[in-house]
Structure formats: C-alpha cells, structure tokens
C-alpha cells in the first residue's frame, strides 16, 4: 500500500496567508490526503489562537484545532495539528495544516 504522506518536492516555497498576512511559509511541507502540513517553525504563531475544538482520525489520532486572528478578524477553527498523532503519521507531528479560506501560493 503507498503511503498516504508525501513530502512536497522541488515545487517551490508554500505560503499561506490570510486577508494579505502570511501566515506559515516552506519549502518543507509534508501533504497528506490533500493538505499540506508546515513545519512548526514555518509558522507565525502569534496569528494563530487557541481553539477548544479536536477531531479524531482513524489514522492520524486527535488534532486540535487554531483560529486565525488577523487585525481584529478571526477566521473560526481555520488551522489544525497533531500533537501526539498515531505511529504512522508521526511526520506530521506539531506540524500545522490550513483549511479553505486560507490562500495557499507555491512561489
């Protein structure tokens, strides 16, 4: 069976941002099922907000999910990561994914 996590290749450098506010930018980013994963340190965090809302996956284990704060705007639940993922997505441990309404550009 392939492996569902691919590391992105020499596409460029990924950047996403919000209402003109990068918010994580790397040429390292781990894609899975569709999303790619930023290394923490690609990230700015003090844009992003603790959120109270988890989800479970079958596979990757419990994420925990971020808001988005940006000159008093605040896209909901718009970021999330495993902190303690299960064995087979230990790659993207820590490492943040955005969800639509978060632009992503390969430059």
């Known amino acids: ?15 996403a941002r919000w209402h003109g506010v990068v918010l994580a930018e790397s040429s390292e980013t781990i ?31 419990r994420a925990r999910y971020l808001s988005v704060a940006v000159d008093d705007e605040v896209l909901s639940d718009a970021a999330w990561y495993y902190p303690r993922p299960w ?6 441990a820590n490492r943040v994914a955005f969800r639509d309404g978060v632009r992503l550009d390969v430059t």
Request: with cysteine; glycine share 10%; aromatic share 10%.
């Open 31 to 61: 894609r899975v099922e569709g999303n790619d994963y930023f290394p923490p340190e690609s990230v700015r965090w003090e844009c992003l907000v603790d959120s109270p809302t988890t989800s479970m996956c079958f596979w990757k284990g």
């Open 87 to 92: 064995p087979l997505a230990r790659r993207i």
């Open 1 to 15: 069976m392939p492996s569902p996590i691919r590391r992105r290749g020499r596409g460029g450098t990924l950047r």
